[in-house]
């Protein structure tokens, strides 16, 4: 990891209010664990813990700080500093995606962690089992994220489609796409760590973990490869 590398993505993903606007789907998910447990409707944990943090929110900040690490520089045209310094490619992206998965598990995995104890405490290991697949799935978004914020200046745009349409819509309620849908492979990972079958998940551990792994590599060598490619032109 380069240092002055992490330090400028930190800035750029929590300078200029973003930090601030980042806090708005966490504070949000807080709120509505709270008014459910004082409404004594603890049986809709699975529901706000799974398909609205996981499903939703996750995805969402997944893509707001993957791409966010880099695409800004790239229209902004500041990423040719990074490009003309002699620092190897796969070093900027490894650092930008971990600074990237740490923002993401701190906006994401923290609240769901949070919201999870207020909505059932430590029963059935829900808190922590959902918080870590938020973290497992936070990171691959992150991955994919970041490989859009290079290949396209549409990042965005895509990334929504892809997180709206895709993973909460089509890998919710269509049985085969379910497969293909980074969200369904974190829920795997937490129906093994939560107790009693207290989540269900329609992924079988054995085909989600290679499937995280390999997308994950993936994207992180294609978004290497796509930036070393990059010209040091102010167009760029």
């Known amino acids: 990891m380069n240092l002055t590398v992490a330090r400028l993505t930190v800035r750029g993903l929590l300078g200029r209010r973003r930090g601030l606007l980042l806090l708005v789907a966490p504070v949000l998910l807080l709120v509505v664990s709270l008014i459910t ?30 791409a966010g690490a880099i695409a800004t520089e790239i229209d902004d045209g500041s990423i040719v500093y ?63 994220f970041l490989l859009l914020g290079v290949v396209t200046r549409n990042a965005v745009v895509v990334g929504l489609v892809y997180a709206l349409v895709w993973e909460s819509l089509i890998g919710n309620f269509v049985e085969g796409a379910r497969t293909l849908s980074i ?22 551990l054995g085909v989600a973990v290679p499937l995280l792994v390999v997308v ?19 167009d760029e």
Do not use: E, H
């Not at 049986?43 to 929110?57: F, V």
């Not at 009693?196 to 329609?202: C, H, K, L």
């Not at 992180?220 to 490619?229: D, I, S």
């Open 82 to 144: 990074l490009l003309a310094k002699p620092l190897p490619r796969w070093k900027i992206i490894t650092t930008k995606l971990a600074v990237a998965i740490g923002t993401t598990w701190l906006f994401a995995a923290l609240p769901t962690l949070l919201a999870g104890f207020i909505l059932v405490g430590a029963q059935d290991n829900l808190a922590i089992a959902y918080a870590v697949g938020t973290m497992v799935a936070g990171a691959v978004y992150c991955a994919v």
């Open 183 to 204: 969200q369904q492979w974190g829920l795997s990972i937490a129906k093994t760590i939560a107790t009693d079958g207290a989540i269900t998940a329609p992924v079988s």
């Open 37 to 66: 447990r004082y409404l004594d409707k603890q049986s809709q944990a699975p529901d706000i813990l799974g398909r609205l943090s996981l499903g939703t929110l996750v995805p969402i900040i997944g893509l707001v700080i993957g």
């Open 216 to 234: 994950a590599i993936a994207a992180t060598a294609l978004a290497t490869v796509k930036l070393a490619g990059l010209t040091l032109s102010s």
